[in-house]
């Protein structure tokens, strides 16, 4: 039997090639499970459970995957070394999924570490809507690949909340575009639909405005929707390719 493993890091990367200077495909997140196809030194070659992308990864300690029972509902998430808020060791983005240990006060511990409760959702827990928080990435840095508060893409903003609602979504906007298929025209837009480019992607957040991890901008923004479309034809030479209602 193939042993599954867990991601026990805040983040980490998945390259295309065995270096650090190759692509950054994605991110696994804390809690990610993924399978190892092969070691090769310092490298792993792995395949993601929740997208199956396969790449390579730094060989460190992992653990075993054993089933998660919260995830982080904020932005981002202090790490503390015991169950107080003195000493923070680290943090966790939203998204990122722990197996409850044990409880004290304010505290839930997880590994050996201890998060504040207010910070997480049962793993059962779902949004009334898929984006109704998708408001909390905004101003968070441009990154390609990237999956956290830290930094993310366009389509990791996609992907991250449908994850967090316990629903798949495609990793990549070409996949996405062609998952999704009901359509809406640009006429009968509405909030939460999501636009497509060739290699972009939006979410509306009402009938006039969106949120997107826009490279040019070098963060997460939110935009009018018919400005949105007139920049990206202007400076990429590019037409909505469909918008999509989920």
């Given amino acids: 039997m193939i042993k599954s493993y867990k991601n026990n890091?805040?983040?980490?990367?998945?390259?295309?090639?065995?270096?650090?200077?190759?692509?950054?495909?994605?991110?696994?997140?804390?809690?990610?499970?993924?399978?190892?196809?092969?070691?090769?030194?310092?490298?792993?070659?792995?395949?993601?459970?929740?997208?199956?992308?396969?790449?390579?990864?730094?060989?460190?300690?992992?653990?075993?995957?054993?089933?998660?029972?919260?995830?982080?509902?904020?932005?981002?998430?202090?790490i503390y070394k015991n169950p107080n808020k003195k000493k923070v060791i680290t943090k966790l983005t939203y998204g990122s999924r722990i197996k409850l240990r044990d409880r004290y006060l304010e505290f839930v511990q997880f590994e050996n570490n201890w998060i504040h409760k207010k910070n997480i959702k049962s793993i059962n827990f779902e949004d009334k809507h898929i984006f109704s928080n998708i408001k909390?990435?905004?101003?968070?840095?441009?990154?390609?690949?990237?999956?956290?508060?830290?930094?993310?893409?366009?389509?990791?903003?996609?992907?991250?909340?449908?994850?967090?609602?316990?629903?798949?979504?495609?990793?990549?906007?070409?996949?996405?575009?062609?998952?999704?298929?009901?359509?809406?025209?640009?006429?009968?837009?509405?909030?939460?639909?999501?636009?497509?480019w060739r290699g972009h992607v939006a979410v509306t957040i009402?009938?006039?405005?969106l949120i997107h991890a826009y490279g040019p901008a070098k963060k997460t923004v939110i935009m009018g929707i018919n400005q949105t479309i007139r920049v990206i034809k202007k400076t990429a030479k590019l037409k909505i390719l469909s918008i999509k209602k989920i």
Avoid at 206 to 209: A, D, E, F, T, Y
């Fill in 9 to 78: 890091y805040p983040v980490t990367n998945l390259y295309k090639e065995m270096s650090t200077k190759s692509e950054l495909m994605t991110q696994m997140i804390y809690g990610d499970q993924f399978l190892i196809i092969r070691k090769l030194g310092n490298w792993l070659k792995i395949k993601i459970k929740e997208d199956g992308y396969i790449g390579f990864i730094k060989n460190r300690k992992y653990i075993l995957y054993t089933q998660n029972t919260h995830k982080i509902s904020v932005i981002s998430a202090n």
């Fill in 206 to 209: 009402s009938k006039i405005n």
């Fill in 136 to 196: 909390i990435f905004k101003n968070v840095k441009y990154k390609w690949g990237g999956k956290s508060f830290m930094g993310l893409d366009c389509s990791a903003l996609i992907q991250l909340f449908f994850n967090f609602n316990n629903k798949y979504c495609p990793r990549d906007a070409k996949d996405q575009v062609k998952y999704f298929k009901k359509n809406v025209s640009l006429n009968n837009i509405k909030k939460h639909n999501i636009i497509f």
